[in-house]
């Protein structure tokens, strides 16, 4: 076996230092390149989670204009149905009532011609709760027409049941009703009552006291 020379031993080692340097070099090398690549994709996630975020803010926007569309054409609708009210027209000649049912019915023609979609998602039951209150609601719209008196007495009920701060007892079929919908359809069926409330208070004038 022939003995190394110390140059050539000291040429080997340096080889090997060399080789040992250049692989510690890639392997800093590599892990630098894929710490980079995580950098990068963090970075590029946050910006697209930032952007749903924004693009999240907007759709509640929309979805708060249309509701706050449809609550107006609403209330519009109420106000031409409360004109069609034969107390309304007490005092006109026939003519003069006919001329105001043409235009009611053109003003409807034109809101109707408006349509606001938003949807809320329910379950079976919620929908059935809703459509309760729903017509409900209708009943009280045609005692508007009626009778402004008992119709205030009803809307009083069914604010009281809507969780609204007014002296009167609730009623509790509606209330039964109300509580199977949705926490939004609740929030939206106290504006409309609201709304009814004050529309029932300028027909009916002095004829309601503050005790009804």
């Known amino acids: 076996m022939a003995k190394m020379t110390g140059e ?3 040429s080997q080692s340096n080889g090997g230092e060399q080789r040992l340097v ?3 070099e890639e392997t800093t090398t590599v892990v630098e390149t894929v710490v980079h690549k995580d950098v990068g994709g963090s970075s590029q996630l946050d910006s697209i989670k930032e952007l749903l975020d924004d693009v999240e803010d907007q ?3 929309v979805r708060a204009q249309a509701e706050h569309i449809i609550e107006e054409k609403e209330d519009i609708q109420t106000t031409l149905e409360m004109l069609t009210n034969q107390d309304q027209l007490t005092g006109l000649s026939e003519v003069d009532k006919e001329e105001v049912k043409v235009v009611v019915e053109r003003l409807n023609s034109r809101l109707n011609s408006v349509n606001v979609n938003l949807s809320t998602s329910r379950t079976s039951a919620q929908q ?3 459509h309760s209150v729903n017509r409900a609601i209708d009943t009280l719209i045609f005692q508007i027409q009626t009778d ?3 119709a205030h007495l009803l809307c009083s009920q ?5 969780g609204s701060d007014i002296d ?3 009623d509790v079929k509606f209330e039964q009703h109300l509580l199977g919908c949705t926490a939004e359809d609740q929030k939206n069926v106290k504006k409309r009552l609201l709304g009814l409330l004050d529309h029932i208070k300028v027909l009916a004038g002095n004829s309601i006291t503050e005790s009804e």
């Open 168 to 170: 009167h007892p609730a």
């Open 59 to 61: 759709i509640e926007q």
């Open 22 to 24: 250049m692989e510690v």
């Open 158 to 162: 069914y604010l009281s049941a809507a």
């Open 128 to 130: 059935d709760s809703l």
């Open 8 to 10: 050539e031993n000291g």
């Open 148 to 150: 402004t008196v008992q």
